[in-house]
């Protein structure tokens, strides 16, 4: 049985958090471009580069947000989809009860094992191959 005393939350979680305090702050256009630019550069969110430049450090819980190459990853995403569309049509034979050769399985999960690997390049993770 639940608790009946248990704390009913008035307000949202980020209010309870340590920085409560906000400042607003307004820029031009251009301004708030090349903020977004400068803050991708340093791997940082524009709030974390705005404590950065303002008082020497991000903070203790900002992260460096990975840095994605877009192309790589377009391209990485549309080999997923073909390699999962091809991994489709062979558990439709399956089903169907036709005979489908072990080289196509894993022809299909190489290709896929191949695409998200470059997911995870084009988000600035390392990947590690455990055959290779």
């Known amino acids: 049985m639940p608790d009946a005393t248990k704390k009913i939350r008035t307000s949202p979680r980020s209010e309870e958090r340590q920085r409560g305090n906000r400042l607003t702050v307004?820029?031009?256009?251009?301004e708030h471009?090349?903020?977004?630019?400068?803050?991708?550069?340093?791997g940082l969110s524009p709030s974390a580069?705005?404590?950065?430049?303002?008082l020497g450090?991000?903070?203790?819980?900002?992260?460096r947000s990975p840095t994605v190459e877009r192309s790589l990853a377009a391209q990485a995403i549309a080999e997923?989809?073909?390699?999962g569309s091809n991994l489709?049509?062979?558990?439709?034979?399956?089903n169907m009860g036709l005979v489908v050769p072990p080289a196509e399985f894993k022809a299909?999960?190489?290709?896929?094992?191949?695409?998200?690997n470059q997911?995870?390049?084009a988000f600035g993770y390392k990947v590690h191959d455990r055959q290779g």
Do not use: D, T
């Open 88 to 94: 489709n049509q062979i558990a439709r034979a399956f």
């Open 57 to 63: 450090e991000a903070g203790p819980r900002s992260r």
């Open 26 to 30: 307004r820029f031009l256009p251009e």
């Open 119 to 121: 997911i995870l390049v």
């Open 49 to 54: 580069y705005l404590r950065a430049c303002a």
């Open 108 to 116: 299909a999960s190489l290709a896929i094992k191949k695409a998200a």
């Open 33 to 42: 471009a090349e903020l977004e630019r400068r803050a991708s550069a340093a």
């Open 80 to 83: 997923l989809n073909k390699a």
